[in-house]
């Protein structure tokens, strides 16, 4: 079956900018989605469609996907940014596949 | 608003059964695909089962195809989950959620979960 792989985590400086990265093998070729989770509340969707922010979600937040890398970037980071985040695997030959989740500290 | 309020979760003995529901509200429920997401304890995100908007097609994550089975009554804007054979793996927060956004499983909604314990 289909796996993604992510960092089990990553630190960034307030301000700067962070890059949680989602691997897979031809990865570029399906579709990815990022989502954010905090303690004790339901995941939250930040990315779709490997670029696409859905409304109401800070610009600060991009994505990109090719060969076998996804990438979510948080530009200008946050206190409020440090979360638990997954990446999302689909296309239509695949069933939907998360990774195992990356969590951002910001300090 | 959207909302979708999961219940059906508890206590359950390995090998045994439970059922799952989710119920809609605020939008049209018929018009949308839903899935279950499932989260153990401290872990990540893993994806359970879909559905189509008319119970047609459904598709299942290799750790739960057959022993579990997604439903939905368009008439009562629910979803349903029916879980048997039931392990200690299976110990998680069961959440709905509604596909959104256009190809692909988007998940802008989700509920708050259902806490199902595994246990003998």
């Known amino acids: 079956s289909y796996e993604v792989t992510q960092p089990p985590s990553v630190s960034v400086s307030p301000g700067q900018t962070a890059s949680i990265t989602c691997s897979g093998d031809?990865?570029?070729?399906?579709?990815a989605s990022w989502y954010q989770q905090k303690p004790g509340q339901s995941p939250v969707l930040v990315i779709y469609?490997?670029?696409k922010r859905p409304s109401g979600i800070p610009e600060r937040f991009s994505g990109s996907n090719s060969g076998n890398t996804a990438t979510l970037t948080i530009s200008g980071t946050q206190a409020l940014d440090e979360a638990d985040y997954y990446c999302?695997?689909?296309?239509?030959?695949?069933?939907?596949?998360f990774g195992g989740g990356t969590k951002l500290t910001v300090l | 608003e959207v909302q979708l309020v999961e219940s059906g979760g508890g206590v359950v003995r390995p090998g045994g059964s439970l059922r799952l529901s989710c119920a809609a509200s605020?939008?049209?429920?018929?018009?949308?695909?839903m899935s279950w997401v499932r989260q153990a304890p401290g872990k990540g995100l893993e994806w359970v089962s879909a559905?189509?908007?008319?119970?047609?097609?459904?598709v299942y994550a290799d750790s739960v195809k057959g022993r579990f089975t997604i439903s939905r009554d368009n008439a009562k804007n629910s979803l349903y989950l029916q879980m048997n054979s039931l392990g200690a793996e299976d110990t998680a927060l069961y959440y709905c959620?509604?596909?959104?956004?256009?190809?692909?499983?988007?998940?802008?909604?989700w509920g708050q979960g259902t806490l199902v314990t595994v246990s003998s």
């Open positions: 959620a509604r596909e959104d956004l256009g190809d692909g499983y988007n998940y802008v909604y």
């Open positions: 605020g939008f049209t429920f018929y018009d949308y695909g």
């Open positions: 559905i189509n908007w008319n119970g047609i097609s459904t």
């Open positions: 031809k990865l570029g070729d399906k579709y």
């Open positions: 469609q490997d670029t």
């Open positions: 999302q695997a689909w296309d239509s030959t695949t069933a939907v596949v």
